[in-house]
């Protein structure tokens, strides 16, 4: 399977914090308001997803399940692309029931939403797709969930995933040393080949560029992706984060921050 398309930069293990899904919770219904217009890398993730389902032969889902649907970014995609679904089941942490309703008001399609965390709450049917995007990098086991997956799949069913890999927001990560634990492509598709035929794996690199790491840190918080500690930075702290990233991720176009999108697509053995 493919490499980033970019030369890999040694940075700093940092310390991996064990995501508290309370606090997940807490920091992405706060920044709902916001997440629209800040989730650059998450249309961009979202828009690519759909295209390899696609590429890859599921053209008519009609039972279809979401995980981690946050406000309707990939919902609305799918009601657009996919007029054959009967039935959008769509699954958060935080209850955007209403939002997602708002966002799918133009569509002859009413979603049914199931509140809580996927990896805990039963499912009520079996599907011809499921699907996430921007999502499982968050949870605690992802190979017990990919197994149960497999059990609400319809024969032939697709399972469809987008998450971030090990160089996700590695300047930040550098720099704080707080970050998640990315595991790697080649890790992820081991854990599907138990369950799945893989139709489709990649990875790539995407840089964004910030004027100042103020307006990286307020990016974060404004798609809730600052949920890994819960802790207030010291005024110090802060000013020495400040200080190395201009020193360390400065260059013509700004102060960079680095996304590691990995896109799988798999089949029901």
């Given at each position: 399977?493919s490499?980033?398309?970019?030369?890999?930069?040694?940075?700093?293990?940092?310390?991996?914090?064990?995501?508290?899904?309370?606090?997940?919770?807490?920091r992405?219904?706060?920044?709902?308001?916001?997440?629209?217009?800040?989730?650059?890398?998450?249309?961009r993730?979202?828009?690519r997803?759909?295209?390899?389902?696609?590429?890859?032969?599921?053209?008519?889902?009609?039972?279809?399940?979401?995980?981690?649907?946050?406000?309707?970014?990939?919902?609305?995609?799918?009601?657009?692309?996919?007029p054959?679904?009967?039935?959008?089941?769509?699954n958060?942490?935080?209850?955007?029931?209403?939002?997602?309703?708002?966002?799918?008001?133009?569509?002859?399609?009413?979603?049914?939403?199931?509140?809580?965390?996927?990896?805990?709450?039963?499912?009520?049917?079996?599907f011809?797709?499921?699907?996430?995007?921007?999502?499982?990098?968050?949870?605690?086991?992802?190979?017990?969930?990919?197994?149960?997956?497999?059990?609400?799949?319809?024969?032939?069913g697709?399972?469809?995933?987008?998450?971030?890999?090990?160089e996700?927001?590695?300047?930040?990560?550098?720099?704080?040393?707080?970050?998640?634990?990315?595991?790697?492509?080649?890790?992820?598709?081991?854990?599907?080949?138990?369950?799945?035929?893989?139709?489709?794996?990649?990875?790539?690199?995407e840089?964004?560029?910030?004027?100042?790491?103020?307006?990286?840190?307020?990016?974060?918080?404004q798609?809730?992706?600052?949920?890994?500690?819960?802790?207030?930075?010291?005024?110090?702290?802060?000013?020495?984060?400040?200080?190395?990233?201009?020193?360390?991720?400065?260059?013509?176009?700004?102060?960079?921050?680095?996304?590691?999108?990995?896109?799988?697509?798999?089949?029901?053995?």
């Open positions: 399977m490499k980033p398309d970019r030369t890999h930069i040694e940075v700093a293990r940092p310390l991996y914090m064990p995501t508290d899904k309370k606090q997940i919770g807490r992405f219904a706060r920044a709902a308001a916001t997440y629209d217009s800040q989730a650059h890398i998450q249309y993730v979202a828009d997803l759909l295209d390899l389902v696609e590429e890859s032969g599921c053209t008519r889902p009609q039972d279809v399940l979401e995980i981690g649907c946050c406000t309707g970014l990939l919902s609305r995609r799918l009601a657009a692309r996919f054959s679904i009967q039935t959008l089941y769509c958060d942490l935080v209850d955007f029931s209403v939002t997602i309703r708002e966002k799918l008001g133009g569509h002859a399609l009413s979603p049914v939403f199931l509140p809580g965390d996927i990896e805990t709450i039963d499912l009520p049917a079996h011809d797709l499921i699907i996430s995007s921007s999502t499982f990098h968050w949870l605690h086991d992802l190979p017990t969930l990919l197994a149960k997956l497999r059990n609400h799949l319809q024969p032939g697709f399972l469809a995933f987008s998450m971030y890999g090990p996700n927001l590695r300047e930040v990560r550098e720099i704080s040393g707080i970050g998640l634990e990315y595991p790697d492509l080649a890790t992820v598709e081991d854990m599907l080949a138990d369950h799945y035929r893989l139709l489709h794996s990649s990875q790539h690199l840089e964004f560029f910030f004027p100042d790491p103020m307006a990286i840190l307020q990016h974060l918080r798609t809730g992706v600052n949920s890994v500690r819960s802790t207030r930075w010291s005024k110090g702290r802060l000013q020495r984060f400040i200080e190395a990233y201009r020193q360390r991720f400065s260059g013509d176009q700004g102060l960079s921050l680095t996304y590691h999108p990995m896109y799988l697509v798999a089949r029901l053995c």
